[in-house]
T-cell receptor, first 113, second 110 residues
Protein backbone atom coordinates (compact mmCIF):
# COMPACT_ATOMS: atom_id res chain seq x y z
CA UNK A 1 0.00 0.00 0.00
CA UNK A 2 1.60 3.27 -1.09
CA UNK A 3 2.14 5.87 1.58
CA UNK A 4 1.49 9.60 1.52
CA UNK A 5 3.41 11.25 -1.28
CA UNK A 6 4.48 14.87 -1.13
CA UNK A 7 6.14 16.82 -3.90
CA UNK A 8 8.50 18.47 -4.21
CA UNK A 9 10.83 17.43 -1.38
CA UNK A 10 12.78 20.69 -1.39
CA UNK A 11 12.04 24.20 -2.58
CA UNK A 12 13.92 27.47 -2.50
CA UNK A 13 11.87 30.57 -3.18
CA UNK A 14 12.38 34.32 -2.98
CA UNK A 15 10.39 36.64 -0.73
CA UNK A 16 7.21 37.77 -2.42
CA UNK A 17 6.88 34.73 -4.64
CA UNK A 18 4.19 32.12 -4.30
CA UNK A 19 4.50 28.37 -3.99
CA UNK A 20 2.28 25.33 -4.47
CA UNK A 21 2.87 22.05 -2.66
CA UNK A 22 1.22 18.77 -3.57
CA UNK A 23 0.08 15.78 -1.53
CA UNK A 24 -1.33 12.41 -2.58
CA UNK A 25 -2.93 10.56 0.34
CA UNK A 26 -3.03 6.86 1.04
CA UNK A 27 -5.54 5.17 -1.24
CA UNK A 28 -8.98 5.25 0.39
CA UNK A 29 -8.16 8.11 2.75
CA UNK A 30 -10.43 11.06 2.16
CA UNK A 31 -9.07 13.32 4.91
CA UNK A 32 -5.92 15.30 4.18
CA UNK A 33 -4.35 17.68 6.67
CA UNK A 34 -1.47 20.10 6.37
CA UNK A 35 0.98 21.14 9.07
CA UNK A 36 3.86 23.56 9.30
CA UNK A 37 6.78 22.49 11.43
CA UNK A 38 9.51 24.81 12.64
CA UNK A 39 12.12 24.17 15.36
CA UNK A 40 10.64 26.73 17.73
CA UNK A 41 6.92 26.16 17.15
CA UNK A 42 6.54 22.43 16.67
CA UNK A 43 3.69 21.16 14.53
CA UNK A 44 1.25 23.92 13.65
CA UNK A 45 -2.06 22.91 12.07
CA UNK A 46 -2.90 24.67 8.82
CA UNK A 47 -6.09 23.03 7.57
CA UNK A 48 -7.87 19.78 6.89
CA UNK A 49 -9.76 18.82 3.76
CA UNK A 50 -12.37 16.09 3.51
CA UNK A 51 -14.26 15.24 0.34
CA UNK A 52 -13.07 18.43 -1.39
CA UNK A 53 -14.26 20.67 1.48
CA UNK A 54 -12.20 22.41 4.12
CA UNK A 55 -13.41 20.84 7.36
CA UNK A 56 -11.01 22.39 9.89
CA UNK A 57 -8.76 25.40 9.80
CA UNK A 58 -5.88 26.58 11.95
CA UNK A 59 -4.78 30.11 12.79
CA UNK A 60 -2.76 31.03 9.74
CA UNK A 61 -3.15 34.14 7.58
CA UNK A 62 -5.10 34.06 4.34
CA UNK A 63 -1.85 33.80 2.38
CA UNK A 64 -2.04 30.10 3.18
CA UNK A 65 -4.72 28.29 1.23
CA UNK A 66 -5.48 24.83 0.03
CA UNK A 67 -7.77 22.69 -1.98
CA UNK A 68 -8.64 19.08 -2.49
CA UNK A 69 -9.54 17.33 -5.70
CA UNK A 70 -12.10 14.61 -6.34
CA UNK A 71 -9.38 11.94 -6.15
CA UNK A 72 -8.49 13.24 -2.63
CA UNK A 73 -5.17 14.69 -3.77
CA UNK A 74 -4.55 18.03 -2.13
CA UNK A 75 -2.53 21.14 -2.85
CA UNK A 76 -1.41 23.88 -0.54
CA UNK A 77 -0.56 27.36 -1.76
CA UNK A 78 1.37 30.11 -0.01
CA UNK A 79 1.29 33.54 -1.64
CA UNK A 80 3.57 36.50 -1.02
CA UNK A 81 6.18 34.41 0.72
CA UNK A 82 7.90 35.78 3.82
CA UNK A 83 11.19 34.68 5.38
CA UNK A 84 9.23 33.28 8.32
CA UNK A 85 7.45 30.83 6.03
CA UNK A 86 10.64 28.78 5.83
CA UNK A 87 9.66 25.46 7.37
CA UNK A 88 8.95 21.81 6.82
CA UNK A 89 5.42 21.41 5.45
CA UNK A 90 3.86 18.09 6.26
CA UNK A 91 0.82 16.50 4.75
CA UNK A 92 -1.03 13.72 6.56
CA UNK A 93 -3.94 11.54 5.59
CA UNK A 94 -6.34 9.56 7.73
CA UNK A 95 -9.62 7.69 7.74
CA UNK A 96 -12.83 9.72 7.77
CA UNK A 97 -12.89 10.19 11.55
CA UNK A 98 -9.19 9.94 12.18
CA UNK A 99 -9.39 6.30 13.15
CA UNK A 100 -5.94 4.79 13.27
CA UNK A 101 -4.32 8.20 13.35
CA UNK A 102 -2.49 10.12 10.70
CA UNK A 103 0.05 8.86 8.25
CA UNK A 104 2.48 11.59 7.34
CA UNK A 105 4.26 12.20 4.09
CA UNK A 106 7.98 12.89 3.95
CA UNK A 107 7.35 16.62 3.84
CA UNK A 108 8.40 19.55 1.68
CA UNK A 109 11.29 21.61 3.00
CA UNK A 110 10.63 25.21 1.95
CA UNK A 111 13.37 27.83 2.23
CA UNK A 112 12.51 31.45 1.56
CA UNK A 113 15.45 33.73 0.82
CA UNK B 1 -3.92 26.69 27.92
CA UNK B 2 -2.54 24.41 25.24
CA UNK B 3 -4.65 21.49 24.13
CA UNK B 4 -1.81 19.01 24.61
CA UNK B 5 1.12 19.49 26.94
CA UNK B 6 4.32 17.50 27.05
CA UNK B 7 7.53 17.92 28.97
CA UNK B 8 9.94 19.06 26.26
CA UNK B 9 12.89 17.39 27.96
CA UNK B 10 15.47 16.55 26.95
CA UNK B 11 15.11 13.17 28.61
CA UNK B 12 18.20 11.00 28.84
CA UNK B 13 18.18 7.34 29.85
CA UNK B 14 20.89 4.68 29.75
CA UNK B 15 20.61 1.83 27.29
CA UNK B 16 18.40 -0.95 28.64
CA UNK B 17 16.46 1.33 30.99
CA UNK B 18 12.77 2.26 30.86
CA UNK B 19 11.96 5.62 29.29
CA UNK B 20 8.74 7.25 30.49
CA UNK B 21 7.11 9.97 28.42
CA UNK B 22 4.09 11.88 29.66
CA UNK B 23 1.32 13.95 28.11
CA UNK B 24 -1.75 15.77 29.41
CA UNK B 25 -4.67 17.07 27.38
CA UNK B 26 -7.38 19.60 28.08
CA UNK B 27 -10.39 18.54 25.98
CA UNK B 28 -12.50 15.95 27.79
CA UNK B 29 -14.14 15.16 24.46
CA UNK B 30 -10.88 13.69 23.17
CA UNK B 31 -11.56 10.23 21.85
CA UNK B 32 -8.32 8.76 20.64
CA UNK B 33 -4.71 9.20 21.56
CA UNK B 34 -1.54 8.69 19.60
CA UNK B 35 2.20 8.58 20.04
CA UNK B 36 4.46 9.50 17.15
CA UNK B 37 8.22 9.20 16.88
CA UNK B 38 10.15 11.73 14.83
CA UNK B 39 13.81 11.35 13.97
CA UNK B 40 15.74 14.50 13.18
CA UNK B 41 15.01 15.67 9.64
CA UNK B 42 12.27 13.07 9.15
CA UNK B 43 8.49 13.14 9.32
CA UNK B 44 6.54 11.78 12.32
CA UNK B 45 5.86 8.06 12.38
CA UNK B 46 2.93 6.55 14.28
CA UNK B 47 4.08 4.04 16.88
CA UNK B 48 1.08 3.56 19.19
CA UNK B 49 -2.56 4.52 19.54
CA UNK B 50 -4.98 3.95 22.39
CA UNK B 51 -8.70 4.54 22.73
CA UNK B 52 -9.68 3.02 26.09
CA UNK B 53 -8.56 3.55 29.65
CA UNK B 54 -5.78 1.27 30.75
CA UNK B 55 -2.65 -0.08 29.16
CA UNK B 56 -1.89 -1.18 25.63
CA UNK B 57 1.30 -3.04 24.89
CA UNK B 58 3.11 -3.48 21.58
CA UNK B 59 6.53 -5.03 21.82
CA UNK B 60 8.76 -2.79 23.93
CA UNK B 61 6.18 -0.01 23.93
CA UNK B 62 3.29 0.45 26.38
CA UNK B 63 0.76 3.26 26.11
CA UNK B 64 -1.25 4.16 29.20
CA UNK B 65 -4.44 6.20 29.21
CA UNK B 66 -6.29 7.70 32.16
CA UNK B 67 -9.24 9.73 30.90
CA UNK B 68 -10.31 10.85 34.38
CA UNK B 69 -6.92 12.48 34.88
CA UNK B 70 -6.61 13.45 31.19
CA UNK B 71 -3.25 11.82 31.06
CA UNK B 72 -1.48 9.67 28.47
CA UNK B 73 1.93 8.12 28.82
CA UNK B 74 4.34 6.04 26.78
CA UNK B 75 6.77 3.61 28.31
CA UNK B 76 9.70 2.27 26.32
CA UNK B 77 11.26 -0.80 27.90
CA UNK B 78 14.83 -1.92 27.21
CA UNK B 79 15.60 1.42 25.58
CA UNK B 80 17.97 1.30 22.64
CA UNK B 81 20.13 4.06 21.08
CA UNK B 82 17.86 3.77 18.01
CA UNK B 83 14.98 4.99 20.19
CA UNK B 84 16.67 8.40 20.42
CA UNK B 85 14.17 10.74 18.79
CA UNK B 86 11.46 13.27 19.56
CA UNK B 87 8.18 11.73 20.71
CA UNK B 88 4.96 13.57 19.91
CA UNK B 89 1.70 13.03 21.73
CA UNK B 90 -1.50 13.69 19.77
CA UNK B 91 -5.19 13.61 20.59
CA UNK B 92 -8.16 13.46 18.26
CA UNK B 93 -11.40 15.22 19.14
CA UNK B 94 -14.73 14.79 17.33
CA UNK B 95 -14.65 16.36 13.88
CA UNK B 96 -11.28 14.80 13.16
CA UNK B 97 -9.29 17.61 14.71
CA UNK B 98 -5.86 16.46 15.85
CA UNK B 99 -3.85 18.36 18.43
CA UNK B 100 -0.15 17.69 18.88
CA UNK B 101 2.11 18.39 21.80
CA UNK B 102 5.46 20.06 21.17
CA UNK B 103 7.28 16.77 21.71
CA UNK B 104 9.74 15.28 24.18
CA UNK B 105 13.31 14.76 23.05
CA UNK B 106 14.66 11.39 24.18
CA UNK B 107 18.32 10.40 24.14
CA UNK B 108 19.33 6.83 24.95
CA UNK B 109 22.94 6.70 26.09
CA UNK B 110 24.92 3.57 25.09
Amino acid sequence: KAGVTQTPRYLIKTRGQQVTLSCSPISGHRSVSWYQQTPGQGLQFLFEYFSETQRNKGNFPGRFSGRQFSNSRSEMNVSTLELGDSALYLCASSGDRGEGGYTFGSGTRLTVV
Amino acid sequence: QKEVEQNSGPLSVPEGAIASLNCTYSDRGSQSFFWYRQYSGKSPELIMFIYSNGDKEDGRFTAQLNKASQYVSLLIRDSQPSDSATYLCAVNIPGNQFYFGTGTSLTVIP
